[in-house]
């Protein structure tokens, strides 16, 4: 069983920037790649990043990818998410997901764990 909980959502201005963390507990981080997915008002949850096991790898949803950084520290078992250049658009709850299937990276459902999620608002 893993534990994970986001944290750092708020609001900011289009063009601002904000990072959010996810803090896993109750097994070994680094056997799971790690996600973060949106889930905007009124849509289904949609995938933002993943990280590998190691961090060696990441892979980007095109509508993020030169905006947005993910990244890991195994020693502090969290992932986060470094989000530049906000949008109005990018207004959603940031799930943070474990899993160990690389290759459905992007589904929901390649996921085992989820945290609660944290708002992030951004204002025109």
């Known amino acids: 069983q893993v534990q994970l909980v986001e944290s750092g959502g708020g609001l900011v201005q289009a063009g601002g920037s904000l990072r959010v963390a996810c803090v896993a507990s109750?097994?070994?981080?680094?056997?799971?790649?790690m996600a973060w997915f949106q889930q905007p008002p009124g849509l289904e949850r949609e995938f933002v990043a993943a990280v590998s096991y190691s961090g060696s790898s990441t892979s980007y949803a095109d509508f993020v990818k030169g905006r947005f950084t993910i990244s890991r520290d195994n020693a502090k078992n969290t992932v986060y998410l470094q989000m530049n250049s906000l949008k109005p658009e990018d207004t959603a709850v940031y799930y943070c997901?474990?899993?160990?299937?690389?290759?459905?990276?992007?589904?929901?459902?390649?996921?085992?764990?989820w945290g609660q999620g944290t708002q992030v608002t951004v204002s025109s």
């Open positions: 997901a474990a899993g160990n299937d690389w290759y459905r990276r992007q589904t929901t459902t390649a996921y085992d764990y």
């Open positions: 109750g097994s070994t981080f680094g056997n799971y790649i």
